[in-house]
C-alpha cells in the first residue's frame, strides 16, 4: 500500500507529459514505452491493473490462424510477425505451444484443405516455430487417447504461443517497468472526465479507497479505456472516426484434462474455433463469441452448458464434465474496432469482425483514443502510442529506447549461476507444480535475484508459505514492495492465478494464506481477507460492480 499511497500523492503534484487513463494491455503498454522513452507519465485504472478485459483472454500470443477464413490475410500477416517478436523477446514469458486439432465427418472444408491452410499460416509465420503435422485417427488414439475419433475427418498439429503465468500478470509486467522508467501509476483511481485548460488537459478523479477527488494535469490524454473508450470520449467531448461494439467470450477452468503440455482444438457446433488449453495444473476450456451490447457481463447457464456439451461431445471422458467440476470462470468482451456509426450490419459480417487496433488522434487537442487490438499486438500499439504522442511536440530524450522484453541473456546467465551455486532447484517443495530457478525468473526476472539472495540467508525462505499454491514467503514480501497489492483479490486473481486454479473455498482454507496477508496488508489483513472472501469470487465476472454507472 506503501507505494499506491505515495504514486497518489504524486500525481497531483507536477504537469505530466501525458496521463494515460486505463490499465489493460493498451494502457500498459502505452506507458511502458512512453516511460522507456523519456517521457514523464502518469497512469490511472478505476480497478486493479488489467482488472476488466485483460484478464479474461484465453492467454493465446497468435497469428490469428481463424482469420486465413475471412480472408484477413494482412492482419494474420501483423499478427504472426508480432506473435514471433513476443516470443523472441519473451523466452520465458511467451512460450511455443502445440495446437493439436481435429475435425468431424460434415465440416465446412475437407481436411486436406484446412491441412493447406496451415502450411500458409506457417509460411505467414517465417517458418519461425515448428512446421505443422499431419494427424491420422491412429496417430490421435495414441498420442491423445481422450480426443475422441468416431467422428474423425482429418487432423493437424500446428504451433502458436501462449502465456503460461496468464494475461494479468502479462499486462503487469508492462507496468511494472513503466514505474521503474519513472511512470507514477495507481490503480483504483478512476477518471470522471477532462477538460481542456489553455495548453493542458485536466482530468478529475477519484481515488475509489478513500473517495478523494483531485485533479491530474498533462500535456497529452490518452484514452486507453477499453470497453469504455467512448464512454470516456463523450465525457471529454472527444469525437473519433472509431468506436467500439463489443463480443462476448467466455472460458471455464476444470480439473486437468490431459497432462499433455498442448492445446486441443476443436470446431464447436457454432462452427467456431473452441480451445482446451492448459493452465497450470488445470485446464481452460472456451471460447463463446456472442454480440453484446453492454461492456458487462456474465457467465449464463446457456454458456455454460454450450462450452460442457461441446467439449463432452469431442472428449473420451471417463465421466462427462458438469457445473460441479467448474473451479473458476473467465467472462469478458473483445472491444472490437468499427467505423463510427457502422456496428457490423449482419451475423457474418459479425462473425467475421476483424480483431485489428486503431488509433484515432487528435493533434489539435493532443488527445489519443485507441481502439480494439489484441494483447499479440501489444508492442506496435506502444511504438505507434509513442510516435503519435512524438508528433505532438513531447520530447522524447531516449526515442530509440527497447522499451519491452526480459533482461538481456547476461543477467538470466547470472541469475542460473548463481541458482545453480546454491542448489536452489534441490529446495523446491515437493508439492510445487515447478521448479524453483525456472518459475521465479519467469515471474520476476532480474527481481528474482533479491529472492535468491534471501534464500541464501534463509533456506527457509523458500519453503512455501501458502500451502496449496506454489508462492513462498520471501515472493510475498517482494510482492508487497513491488506489485501495489491493494485487494486481496488483486494478489489472488491478476499477480497470480491462484483464484483461477484453486476453489474458493480451499482458498479460504489455506494454510498461511492469513500470513500472507499480514504480509501484504499488515493491520487491515482480517478485513482485507474478509473483503475478499465476503464477495464471493469463485465465479469470477465483469459484472457490473459499478451499477450506478450501466446506463
Ligand atoms: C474472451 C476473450 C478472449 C480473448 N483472447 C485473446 C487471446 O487469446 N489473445 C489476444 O491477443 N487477445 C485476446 N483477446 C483480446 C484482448 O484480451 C483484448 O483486446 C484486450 O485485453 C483489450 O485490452 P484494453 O487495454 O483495450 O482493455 P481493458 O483490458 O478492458 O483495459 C481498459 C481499462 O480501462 C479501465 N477504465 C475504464 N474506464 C476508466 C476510467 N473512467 N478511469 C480509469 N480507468 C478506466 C478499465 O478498468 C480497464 O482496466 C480476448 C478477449 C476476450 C474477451
Not at 487528435?362 to 481502439?371: E, G, Q, V, W
Not at 519467469?442 to 519453503?463: F, G, K, M, N, T
Request: with cysteine; charged share 30%.
Amino acid at each position: 500500500m506503501k507505494l499506491r499511497n505515495s504514486n497518489i500523492e504524486k500525481l497531483d503534484q507536477e504537469i505530466f507529459d501525458t496521463l494515460v487513463i486505463g490499465a489493460g494491455i493498451n494502457g500498459a503498454v502505452s506507458a511502458a514505452a512512453l516511460s522507456g522513452k523519456g517521457a514523464r507519465v502518469a497512469l490511472i485504472d478505476q480497478r486493479d491493473f488489467a482488472g476488466f478485459t485483460s484478464q479474461q483472454s484465453s492467454n493465446l500470443a497468435w497469428g490469428g490462424i481463424k482469420y486465413l477464413e475471412s480472408h484477413d490475410y494482412k492482419l494474420v500477416w501483423g499478427l504472426c510477425k508480432s506473435r514471433n517478436h513476443l516470443m523472441e523477446n519473451y523466452p520465458s514469458r511467451v512460450e511455443e505451444i502445440r495446437f493439436y486439432s481435429t475435425i468431424e465427418k460434415g465440416f465446412r472444408h475437407h481436411p486436406r484443405f484446412i491441412w493447406l491452410g496451415t502450411w500458409v499460416y506457417w509460411l505467414f509465420g517465417r517458418c519461425f516455430t515448428s512446421p505443422p503435422r499431419w494427424l491420422s485417427r491412429n496417430t490421435v488414439k495414441t498420442e491423445e487417447s481422450i480426443v475422441r475419433t468416431d467422428n474423425f475427418y482429418g487432423g493437424f498439429e500446428y504451433s502458436d504461443a501462449f502465456l503460461p503465468d496468464n494475461d494479468a500478470r502479462f499486462v503487469f509486467q508492462f507496468i511494472r517497468s513503466a514505474m521503474d522508467r519513472g511512470c507514477i501509476a495507481a490503480n483504483y483511481v478512476e477518471s470522471l472526465g477532462a477538460r481542456r485548460d489553455s495548453d493542458l488537459w485536466v482530468t478529475r478523479v477519484r481515488d475509489a479507497m478513500t473517495g478523494r477527488e483531485f485533479e491530474i494535469r498533462s500535456r497529452v490524454l490518452i484514452n486507453a479505456a477499453g470497453p469504455f473508450v467512448d464512454e470516456h470520449n463523450a465525457k471529454t467531448g472527444e469525437k473519433t472516426a472509431h468506436c467500439h461494439v463489443f463480443s462476448k467470450g467466455i472460458h471455464l477452468i476444470v480439473p486437468q484434462i490431459t497432462e499433455n503440455r498442448r492445446v486441443l482444438t476443436f470446431f464447436a457446433d457454432d462452427g467456431r474455433l473452441f480451445f482446451v488449453i492448459p493452465m497450470g495444473n488445470r485446464t481452460c476450456v472456451g471460447t463463446t463469441d456472442t454480440r453484446t451490447e453492454s461492456p458487462f457481463s456474465e457467465v449464463t447457464e446457456e454458456d455454460r452448458q454450450f462450452v460442457l456439451d461441446n467439449i463432452n461431445k469431442r472428449l473420451n471422458l471417463t465421466k462427462p464434465l458438469t457445473s460441479a467440476d467448474i473451479i473458476a470462470e473467465r467472462c469478458g468482451v473483445r472491444p472490437l474496432v468499427v467505423k463510427a456509426g457502422k456496428g457490423g450490419s449482419n451475423e457474418r459480417d459479425w462473425m467475421q469482425m476483424s480483431r485489428k487496433h486503431e488509433i484515432d488522434v487528435s493533434n489539435t487537442s493532443k488527445h489519443i483514443s485507441i481502439f480494439g487490438g489484441k494483447l499479440t499486438d501489444c508492442v506496435n500499439v506502444g511504438n505507434e502510442v509513442a510516435t503519435y504522442v512524438s508528433n505532438m511536440g513531447v520530447v522524447l530524450d531516449n526515442p530509440d529506447c527497447k522499451w519491452y522484453g526480459e533482461p538481456p541473456a547476461s543477467v538470466r546467465e547470472e541469475y542460473l549461476r548463481q541458482a545453480q551455486s546454491m542448489n536452489l532447484d534441490a529446495l523446491t517443495d515437493p508439492a510445487a507444480t515447478e521448479k524453483l530457478s525456472k518459475r521465479l525468473w519467469r515471474l520476476y526476472d532480474s527481481q528474482a535475484l533479491e529472492l535468491l539472495a534471501e534464500i541464501r540467508e534463509d533456506p527457509r525462505e523458500a519453503e512455501i508459505l501458502i500451502k496449496g499454491t506454489d508462492y513462498l514467503r520471501c515472493e510475498i514480501r517482494l510482492i508487497r514492495q513491488q506489485e501495489m497489492i491493494t485487494k486481496l483479490e488483486d494478489f489472488l486473481r491478476r499477480r497470480s492465478k491462484i483464484a483461477l486454479v484453486t476453489r474458493h473455498e480451499d482458498i479460504r482454507h489455506a494454510e498461511g494464506l492469513m500470513e500472507a496477508c499480514r504480509i501484504l496488508f499488515e493491520d487491515q489483513a482480517q478485513a482485507k481477507f474478509d473483503e475478499y472472501f465476503a464477495q464471493g469470487h469463485d465465479k469470477v465476472s465483469t459484472k457490473d460492480e459499478y451499477p450506478q454507472k450501466a446506463a
